[in-house]
C-alpha cells in the first residue's frame, strides 16, 4: 500500500492535468456537431493507453462511434480482468446554469466542475492511471484488456455487434466497471444491482398547423393539454404506474432483503436539503432507497409544444412531445414493457389527436453476486484502502451492457465506481472530487493483487 500512495503523491499533479485535459474534448455523442471531438477523444484515450504501457492498442470502428481496445497479457496462466468504460458524455445543457464552462475544467473546494467529470471520464481514466502505476512499478498481478466506447450516453448500440464478433479477443475472468458511486467515501459501498432501462419518445398531434389561441382556442384540442393529461394518467394517486401488465414480472423483496437494504446509512432530512425539496415523492409504501434501487419507475425527460421563446407568441400548437424513460428491474424485458408502454399510450389517447411512439435504445436490469471470487477481491481492496468493509447496495441508474456481457461473454461484473450521487451526473455543473480520482488509483491495484490471489 506504501508504494501505491508513494507512487501515486509523485504523479497526483501530473494525473490530474491529464484529467483535465481529457474533460476538455466535449464528446457529446448525442449532438453530431461534436462528431470531430468525439473522435479526438478516441485517439487521446487509446494514446493514454499506450503511454500507460498497454499492448495492442487499437481505435477499433464501428457503425457509429469507435472503441478504444488494449491489453496487458502478463501471464496466460494468470486471471485476466476486462476494464469496461465510456468516453462520450451527456449535453452539457441547459448552458447557463452552469456557474463555469462545463468543458473548462474548474476546481472548486476539492471537487472538479466538468462535463464527464464524474461520468465516466474521470472514473475510466483511474483504472489507466492505476495500471500505469502497476506496469511503472512491476505490480500488475492480472492480465489486463481495456474496452472503453463513445456512445453509452446513447445506448451503445454498437457495442453488442463488437463484443459478438471479439468474443475471444474480450475473453476474461470478470469485467471491472467504474460507472458507479458509493454512499460516501465515509461509508463505501459496492453496487450489486442495476436498473434496466426501456426510453420512449410520444408525439401527440392534432390541428394541421400551429393556430390563432383566440380564433382557435376552446373549439380544437391543444395537443400541449392533451399530452400533459395523458402523461398524469400513467400514475395514481398512490404514485403506481397504471399501465396494464407494467408490475407482471415483478418481485417483491423479502423482509430480510427490505432490512438489509435500509440499513444503509440514510438521512431523509440530509436528502432533501441536498435537493432543496420540502418532500420526498414516490411509490407508495415504499422507502426512499427500495424505491430508487429496486423499483421500477417511469419518468418524463423533457416535453415541449409550442412556441418557448422570448416574449409572448398566442399559438394553440399543432403538436407537443415528450421523452420518457423506465426504469426497470429484474425479470423485467425492456423489448416487453417498450410494447406494453406504446400500446397503452396509443389506447388511452382521444379520437381528438393523433399519437406516435417511438422506442429508443433499452437495456436489461442485472444482479451481481457477492459470494464471487471477484465481489471478495473488491471488498478486500476497499477494506485495505479505507479501512472499512464495503455495504452491497442497490444502484438506481442504468448500465445495459452488463447484462449483455453476462449473455455473450459468459462473465459477470464488478461496479467498482468512485462517484458520488451528488456528482450531479447528466446535470449542469457535474463535479469529481478530486479526493475520489486519487482514491480510485489508490484502490484499484489492490482489486488486481486480491483477485490474482484468490484465483490460485
Same mark, same amino acid.
Given at each position: 500500500m506504501q508504494e501505491i500512495k508513494k507512487y501515486v503523491e509523485e504523479n497526483k499533479q501530473r494525473f490530474l492535468d491529464e484529467l483535465f485535459e481529457l474533460l476538455r474534448f466535449p464528446?457529446?455523442?448525442?449532438?453530431?456537431?461534436?462528431?470531430?471531438?468525439?473522435?479526438?477523444?478516441?485517439?487521446?484515450?487509446?494514446?493514454?493507453?499506450k503511454e500507460a504501457g498497454a499492448d495492442q492498442v487499437e481505435v477499433c470502428q464501428t457503425a457509429g462511434y469507435p472503441i478504444v481496445y488494449g491489453e496487458k497479457i502478463v501471464d496466460e496462466k494468470l486471471p485476466t480482468v476486462l476494464i469496461y468504460g465510456h468516453y462520450d458524455v451527456q449535453p452539457a445543457d441547459p448552458l447557463e446554469l452552469w456557474e463555469t464552462p462545463p468543458f473548462e475544467p474548474t476546481v472548486r473546494d476539492g471537487k472538479i466542475y466538468a462535463r464527464g467529470a464524474c461520468d465516466d471520464k474521470g472514473q475510466f481514466y483511474m483504472h489507466v492511471k492505476a495500471f500505469e502505476l502497476m506496469m511503472k512499478t512491476g505490480t500488475l498481478a492480472c492480465n489486463v484488456k481495456f474496452m472503453i466506447e463513445g456512445e453509452e450516453?446513447?445506448?451503445? +448500440?454498437?457495442?453488442?455487434?463488437?463484443?459478438?464478433?471479439?468474443?475471444?479477443?474480450?475473453?476474461?475472468?470478470?469485467?471491472?466497471?467504474?460507472?458507479?458511486?458509493?454512499?460516501?467515501?465515509?461509508?463505501?459501498?459496492?453496487?450489486?444491482?442495476?436498473?434496466?432501462?426501456?426510453?420512449?419518445?410520444?408525439?401527440?398531434?392534432?390541428?394541421?398547423?400551429?393556430?390563432?389561441?383566440?380564433?382557435?382556442?376552446?373549439?380544437?384540442?391543444?395537443?400541449a393539454t392533451i399530452l400533459c393529461k395523458l402523461i398524469a394518467s400513467l400514475h395514481d394517486e398512490n404514485n403506481h404506474i397504471t399501465i396494464p401488465a407494467f408490475y407482471d414480472k415483478v418481485?417483491?423483496?423479502?423482509?430480510?432483503?427490505?432490512? +438489509?437494504?435500509?440499513?444503509?446509512?440514510?438521512?431523509?432530512?440530509?436528502?432533501?436539503?441536498?435537493?432543496?425539496?420540502?418532500?420526498?415523492?414516490?411509490?407508495?409504501?415504499?422507502?426512499?432507497?427500495?424505491?430508487?434501487?429496486?423499483?421500477?419507475?417511469?419518468?418524463?425527460?423533457?416535453?415541449?409544444?409550442?412556441?418557448?421563446?422570448?416574449?409572448?407568441?398566442?399559438?394553440?400548437?399543432?403538436?407537443?412531445?415528450a421523452k420518457i424513460s423506465m426504469r426497470l428491474v429484474p425479470n423485467q424485458s425492456s423489448e416487453e414493457i417498450s410494447e406494453i408502454f406504446a400500446k397503452h399510450f396509443e389506447s388511452i389517447a382521444p379520437d381528438y389527436v393523433k399519437v406516435k411512439v417511438t422506442a429508443h435504445h433499452g437495456g436489461e436490469p442485472v444482479v451481481t453476486p457477492t459470494d464471487s471470487v471477484a465481489y471478495r477481491a473488491a471488498e478486500q481492496a476497499i477494506l485495505d484502502s479505507f479501512g472499512k468493509k464495503p455495504i452491497p447496495t442497490r444502484g438506481g441508474g442504468s448500465i445495459p451492457i452488463v447484462a449483455l456481457f453476462e449473455r455473450v461473454l459468459g462473465i459477470k461484473s464488478v461496479l467498482f465506481g468512485f462517484g458520488l450521487d451528488s456528482d450531479a451526473l447528466h446535470s449542469p455543473n457535474e463535479k469529481y472530487d478530486i479526493f475520489n480520482y486519487y482514491k480510485g488509483i489508490e484502490t484499484l491495484p489492490l482489486f488486481h493483487k486480491y483477485f490474482a490471489e484468490l484465483n490460485k
Open positions: 464528446s457529446v455523442s448525442a449532438d453530431p456537431q461534436y462528431k470531430g471531438d468525439v473522435l479526438k477523444t478516441a485517439d487521446f484515450v487509446a494514446q493514454k493507453l450516453e446513447v445506448g451503445s +448500440a454498437n457495442l453488442g455487434t463488437f463484443v459478438k464478433e471479439n468474443k475471444e479477443r474480450l475473453k476474461a475472468d470478470v469485467v471491472l466497471i467504474s460507472d458507479t458511486s458509493m454512499i460516501s467515501m465515509e461509508h463505501p459501498s459496492i453496487e450489486t444491482g442495476l436498473r434496466g432501462l426501456a426510453y420512449m419518445e410520444v408525439e401527440v398531434v392534432g390541428p394541421n398547423r400551429d393556430l390563432h389561441s383566440g380564433v382557435y382556442g376552446g373549439a380544437v384540442a391543444n395537443p418481485v417483491e423483496l423479502s423482509d430480510e432483503e427490505k432490512k +438489509a437494504l435500509n440499513a444503509a446509512p440514510f438521512d431523509l432530512e440530509e436528502y432533501k436539503e441536498d435537493l432543496n425539496i420540502k418532500a420526498e415523492w414516490g411509490e407508495k409504501g415504499y422507502s426512499t432507497l427500495e424505491r430508487t434501487g429496486t423499483r421500477p419507475t417511469l419518468e418524463v425527460n423533457g416535453i415541449w409544444s409550442g412556441y418557448i421563446g422570448e416574449g409572448a407568441k398566442t399559438v394553440l400548437p399543432s403538436k407537443a412531445n
